[in-house]
C-alpha cells in the first residue's frame, strides 16, 4: 500500500533533551492516523516538523514522496493543519477568518466567496456568519477552525488534539465531521491523548510516550499483544495492591501490574474458572478490595503494558472511585 507521508529516524532535541527521539512511520493514503500519547509525548513536536514548522535534529520526513525540508512551498498546499490551540482570529467575524486562511493559503480570488459560503454552511456557521469569532463558544471555534484549515482542498489534514478540553456531545460531533473528511477522500493525521478517540475514529495508531513510538497498528492489533482473552482488574487499597499481585504471581503464575490501588493482569485463555479462584483466594488472605472484574483488553491495558503507566490516570479519564478523587483533588 502507498504511504503518503513517510517518516524515518526522526530526532528533535531541545538542547540536550530529545522530545522525538527515533520515530518511524508511514500514513496510507486515506485513512485516519492516530498519535496516542500522555502530555509532553512529542505529538506536537513530531507534528510540527511534518509541516516543516520545526526543523528536525536528523531523520527525513517525506510527504507525497517529497522532502519536507526542500518543498516547503508544494507542502504547505497539500497539507491542511489545526493547531492545538485552535487560534482562531478572536476579533474577525466568522467570514474574515475564512477569507483571511483563503488569502494565506494563495485561493482563487473568484472562488473565495462560494469557498467561505460552503465552510460556513458546513460548520453550521451560517446564522453568525458575521459575528466576532471570540464570542463563539468552544465548540463553535473548533468547527470554525476545522472548515478554515480546509479552505484550500488540501489532501492531508493534521489535527493536534483536536477535541481535547470538549465535552462529549462536542467531541462527538468532531469524529463525525472527521470521519465525513474521510469520506471525501482526506487523509488525517491527528494526535490524542483520549484512548477511546483513538480506538473509534483512528483506522491506525502508533501509541507514543516519551518521544518514542511504543507500538502501531490497528486498534485491534494493538488490543491483540494483550492476547486473546481477559484481562483482570481488582482496585484495593494501596497497601493491598502489591499482596495481591504478589499472590497472583505465586499462587497463579499471573505476573500484574499495579499502578496505585489497581492492580490489573491478564488472565489469557483462563477465564472464570482462574477468576473464581483468584477471588476465593482474596476472600482466604481477606484483602480489603473495593471492586474486581473481567474485561476485554482496552488500548489502555496495552500503554500499561508497553509503558508501566497508564494513560487514563494520566488525562483523567478513570472511572474507578479512588481516582476520580484524586482527580477532584487536582481540581
Ligand atoms: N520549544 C521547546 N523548547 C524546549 N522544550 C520543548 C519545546 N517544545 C516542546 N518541548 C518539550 O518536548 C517534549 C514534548 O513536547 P510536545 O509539545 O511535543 O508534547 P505533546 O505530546 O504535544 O504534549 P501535549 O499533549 O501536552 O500537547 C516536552 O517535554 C516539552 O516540554
Ligand atoms: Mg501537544
Known sequence: ???????????????????????????????????????????????????????????????????????????????????????????????????????????????????????????????????KAGTFSGGMQRRLALVRSMMHNPMILILDEPTTGLDIQNRLEMWKRIRKLQEKGVTIILTTQYLEEADNLCNRIAIIDQGEIKAQGTPSELKSMIGKGSMLEILSDMRDAQKIADMLKSKF??????????????????????????????????????????????????????TGSSLRDSVGENTSGNARVRMMARR
Open 253 to 306: 503464575r499471573i505476573s500484574a501490574t499495579v499502578i496505585g490501588d489497581k492492580v490489573s493482569a491478564p488472565i489469557i485463555d483462563r477465564g472464570i474458572k482462574v477468576f473464581n479462584e483468584i477471588v476465593n483466594e482474596i476472600s482466604k488472605a481477606g484483602y480489603n478490595v473495593f471492586s474486581i472484574g473481567m474485561h476485554l483488553p482496552t488500548l489502555d491495558d496495552v500503554f500499561i503494558k508497553l
Open 1 to 131: 500500500m502507498h504511504n503518503i507521508v513517510e517518516i524515518k529516524g526522526l530526532v528533535k532535541k531541545f538542547g540536550e533533551k530529545a522530545a522525538v527521539n527515533g520515530v518511524d512511520f508511514g500514513i496510507r493514503e486515506g485513512e485516519i492516523f492516530g498519535i496516542l500519547g500522555p502530555n509532553g509525548a512529542g505529538k506536537t513536536t513530531t507534528i510540527n516538523m511534518i509541516l516543516g514548522i520545526l526543523k528536525p535534529t536528523s531523520g527525513t520526513i517525506k510527504v507525497s514522496g517529497l522532502d519536507v525540508s526542500r518543498h516547503e512551498e508544494e507542502i504547505k498546499n497539500m497539507i491542511g493543519f489545526m493547531t492545538q490551540e485552535t487560534l482562531i482570529e478572536a476579533d474577525l467575524t466568522a467570514v474574515q477568518n475564512l477569507e483571511l486562511f483563503c488569502e494565506l493559503y494563495h485561493v482563487d480570488k473568484e472562488e473565495v466567496s462560494e469557498r467561505v459560503a460552503s465552510a460556513l454552511k458546513e460548520a453550521g456557521l451560517e446564522n453568525v456568519a458575521d459575528q
